[in-house]
């Protein structure tokens, strides 16, 4: 028995060999039906003044803007224009606001690429349980180019977003970028 389950192991590795071989080209034509990404607590950027060595690398200590709490929040933006933002782990009733980069490129018709657009969506309370649940429109966003986002065949790329705090002793410091949490 074991040497028949061996043989058929044998024999199916080498008939799906070519086939596990074979890349897979994207289809441009095809239609991403939603953006999706994780946004994690964002850290001040490590500019190389006061380098310290931790694990035989160069790092910076963390400085007192960096401290904010957050434990992770989702970003989901459809086709459609809706831009939904869940997350926990906030501070009782913090004051946010979302802000995206946004690039635009024409995929038919006369190809350009749009210059980028900095997005800025109103601001949202979080729950005093430290929970924020946002919706709005991407139209609604500020500072988008507008013309690069109507019609169709458009590719959009969020080349960046960003979650900003909006509460009047750190307005503008970051909380949130896009990442992962190992």
Known sequence: MRRRIG?????AALIGMPFAAKAVIPNPSQIAPVFIA???QGFDECDGTGVTTVDSIGACPRSSGSLKTFRLARLIISRSGRVVLV????PSGQKAKLKL?????NRSGQPATYVDSMATCPTFTCSVAGVCLNRTALSSCGGLNSAAL???NKNIE?????LIDATPLNPGDVIGRVGIIR
């Open 101 to 105: 980069t946004v690039r635009t490129t």
């Open 7 to 11: 043989r058929l192991a044998i024999v």
């Open 150 to 152: 109507l019609g169709t």
């Open 38 to 40: 994780w946004l994690v």
């Open 87 to 90: 997350g926990s782990g906030f």
């Open 158 to 162: 969020f080349v960046a977003a960003e």
